[in-house]
């Protein structure tokens, strides 16, 4: 099975702040990568798919690069309600999830 | 409005069956994939399996394969996912999403979610 790896797994930062998350797979899945935001109580929201395609009513400061096997996630001016859990996923071969990624007001 | 609608919170006891649904409208149910998604209390997101109901086609995470059953009925463009005896560590919030169809046999990312369903196991 292919294994996703997030990093970091939590951090804080401010309102503003461009943040970065990478995304790991353990084998090339080309550009078969999703991102996704989960909010306490609430179900994940799509974000990005196919690595760097935004999907719609998805604010243009979220940015997704990388294929292969190294992917990031891109934030660049967080706001409040950015504050969330982030996760990717590989689906090359059936679907896997990262561990996720909290973004914690500083 | 496309949309997913999940069944209502379980409680059951150890060695219950049960079976919790997701029901899809607004869309052609038989022409998208369904996926479930497992979330235990405070931890991370677990990619269960995933069901084409236009066929039947199923496929389990490895993980999963063996301890939970997916099925659907396009009739009522309704998706399940059920247990035959529930365990103290089957107490999570489960999803379901939607998944299009690429290709023949492959999926893309899940692009709708339902609300989710929280089944707790306890005796």
């Known amino acids: 099975a292919i294994r996703m790896t997030q990093s970091p797994s939590s951090f804080s930062a401010s309102t503003g702040d461009r943040v970065t998350i990478t995304c790991r797979a353990s084998?090339?899945?080309?550009?078969?990568l999703a991102w996704y935001q989960q909010k306490p109580g609430k179900a994940p929201k799509l974000l990005i798919y196919?690595?760097?395609t935004l999907q719609s009513g998805v604010p243009s400061r979220f940015s997704g690069s990388g294929s292969g096997t190294d992917f990031t996630l891109t934030i660049s001016c967080l706001q409040s309600e950015d504050f969330a859990t982030y996760y990717c996923?590989?689906?090359?071969?059936?679907?896997?999830f990262g561990q996720g990624t909290k973004v914690e007001i500083k | 409005e496309v949309q997913l609608v999940q069944s209502g919170a379980e409680v059951k006891k150890p060695g219950e069956s049960l079976k919790i649904s997701c029901k899809g409208s607004?869309?052609?149910?038989?022409?998208?994939?369904i996926g479930w998604v497992r979330q235990m209390p405070g931890k991370g997101l677990e990619w269960m399996g995933i069901i084409y109901p236009g066929d039947s086609d199923t496929r389990y995470s490895p993980s999963f394969q063996g301890q939970v059953t997916i099925s659907a009925d396009k009739s009522i463009s309704t998706a399940y996912l059920q247990w035959s005896s529930l365990k103290a560590s089957d107490t999570a919030m489960y999803y379901c999403?939607?998944?299009?169809?690429?290709?023949?046999?492959?999926?893309?990312?899940?692009?709708?979610w339902g609300q989710g369903t929280m089944v707790t196991v306890s005796s």
């Open positions: 196919a690595a760097s």
């Open positions: 996923q590989q689906y090359y071969s059936y679907q896997t």
């Open positions: 607004g869309y052609s149910f038989t022409s998208y994939w």
């Open positions: 999403a939607r998944a299009e169809a690429v290709g023949a046999t492959r999926f893309g990312a899940f692009d709708i």
């Open positions: 084998q090339g899945i080309s550009s078969y």
